[in-house]
């Protein structure tokens, strides 16, 4: 039966103690050692995260890359939504106490938000029952202690994940919010006790459906069970409210399973930490002259190698090659899976013709790139390739003279060497001083190795297309 939001009482944490730590010290502690290993931005304004929601210990690590892309902000609102583990009801439940009580102090609910949504909406209610133990909304609420300044909050919890569930209540909370700024949290984990090849399987189908950030597509394949997400519906309703609200691009930030930490693979549970946000558009790199055929021949180029290096196939023979094409440039080749980067191979420096720079370095993307399995055929179909021609290195001998989206960066100390291409820093959102912490880290160095005396930093520029 609905209620109206009068209750002044706080709901108390029913899991600190067992799933996150009891104690307000301890539970800092673990959340800022969850933060500090997150590195990173996006690169635009945020409207919604996906954060999964099992004990600290296994999911803590994966949400922590949701967090640390609001680290600092201010909302009016975080509307969390999570699913019903333990209560079953038709559409969905508002909790109407006056907040969340956890170690980290308290929280309030935004009562005049919640008397909107079950006023307006009658599949909007408050069913206690579905308030009472369920972990998927509180799990979120210390993060959200930790990283936010000042906001209230609005705990939903789903009983029912059909589309049209989701679509009446992304429009129910639209029409409640039209004057704040509001973060929608889903709250989800995904495959449960499945073994990790399996789980990775499935879990690739929901992260290719977030990624291309499309809700009716994610809906279908969680309704015929081809992939599985405890928080499908919230994921869903998420999508559905953050494109609304303006954002363009949904981004996964971070997936692991229970395996990672537990070291036990044959039953694990999956985790996705991804982001909503509105794009910022921004320069990358310069001009070096390219006409638009040949960027589109190189790129022809690329493909083919590609593809021919997946197939086993022999190299076809590349004719109608301009002179500039010919010059000898540095480049990097980049495979990218659904906006997922899937493989990148490069050379700084070549006394190679361009295009056969672009050849090699296709192929060692697609087959020999350390950190990926090779591309298999059946994934040809799904790659976008993206080349970055680049000028010569120029040491830096003043940070300031780095500017984001126009360079790349080069450190080398001793035997560490690492790069990071111009549209890294842009797409993540990085301040310099970020740029060239990530920087060391690529090359497998602390993050402060910059500042050492014997490291040698150089920029370099290139055109991405």
Request: net charge negative; glycine share 8%.
């Amino acid at each position: 039966m609905a209620q109206s939001c009068e209750s002044r009482e706080y709901r108390a944490s029913s899991h600190a103690g067992t799933w996150y730590p009891g104690t307000q010290k301890e539970l800092n502690k673990m959340i800022q050692g969850f933060l500090e290993n997150t590195r990173g931005r996006v690169h635009g304004e945020i409207f919604g995260l996906i954060s999964p929601h099992a004990g600290y210990i296994y999911s803590g690590p994966v949400a922590a890359f949701a967090y640390m892309t609001i680290e600092g902000m201010e909302f009016d609102d975080v509307i969390i939504i999570g699913p019903s583990h333990y209560h079953g009801f038709y559409g969905a439940s508002v909790d109407t106490m006056a907040g969340r009580e956890t170690p980290l102090g308290k929280v309030e609910f935004d009562g005049e938000l919640c008397r909107t949504l079950i006023h307006d909406n009658k599949d909007i209610i408050y069913e206690a029952g579905a308030h009472a133990q369920e972990h998927s909304t509180e799990i979120q609420v210390p993060f959200l202690q930790t990283v936010l300044k000042k906001f209230k909050v609005l705990e939903i919890v789903m009983g029912a994940y059909d589309y049209k569930t989701c679509e009446m209540l992304s429009e129910a909370i639209i029409n409640a919010c039209a004057d704040r700024k509001i973060l929608i949290v889903a709250s989800s984990d995904l495959s449960h006790y499945h073994s990790q090849k399996e789980a990775e399987r499935l879990d690739q189908l929901v992260i290719d459906a977030v990624s291309h950030y499309d809700p009716k597509v994610l809906s279908n394949r969680l309704s015929k069970d081809s992939c599985e997400a405890c928080g499908g519906g919230p994921i869903v309703t998420a999508m559905l409210i953050t494109k609304k609200l303006g954002a363009t691009k949904a981004k996964p930030v971070m997936y692991a399973t229970s395996g990672n930490i537990s070291g036990d693979y044959s039953q694990v549970v999956g985790y996705l930490a991804a982001v909503f946000y509105k794009e910022k558009e921004t320069k990358i790199g310069i001009g070096l002259g390219f006409t638009g055929e040949e960027k589109i021949q190189l790129k022809e180029i690329a493909w083919k190698a590609a593809e021919a290096a997946v197939l086993g196939k022999k190299l076809s023979t590349v004719k109608n090659i301009s002179e500039k094409l010919k010059e000898p440039y540095g480049v990097f080749v980049t495979l990218n899976k659904h906006g997922n980067l899937r493989g990148c191979i490069g050379r700084i420096i070549s006394d190679q013709p361009l295009y056969i720079a672009v050849q090699q370095m296709a192929k060692a993307a697609a087959l020999e790139d350390p950190r990926f399995s090779p591309v298999t055929e059946r994934e040809l179909a799904d790659l976008e390739i993206e080349i970055s021609v680049l000028t010569p290195l120029e040491q830096v001998k003043n940070f300031e003279e780095i500017k984001i989206g126009r360079d790349g960066l080069y450190i080398i100390k001793g035997y560490n060497s690492g790069l990071l291409l111009p549209q890294v820093a842009a797409e993540y959102g990085w301040t310099v001083e970020e740029f060239l912490e990530e920087t060391c880290h690529k090359a497998g160095l602390p993050y402060d190795a910059y500042k050492s005396k014997d490291a040698k930093i150089f920029k370099f520029s290139a055109e991405v297309f």
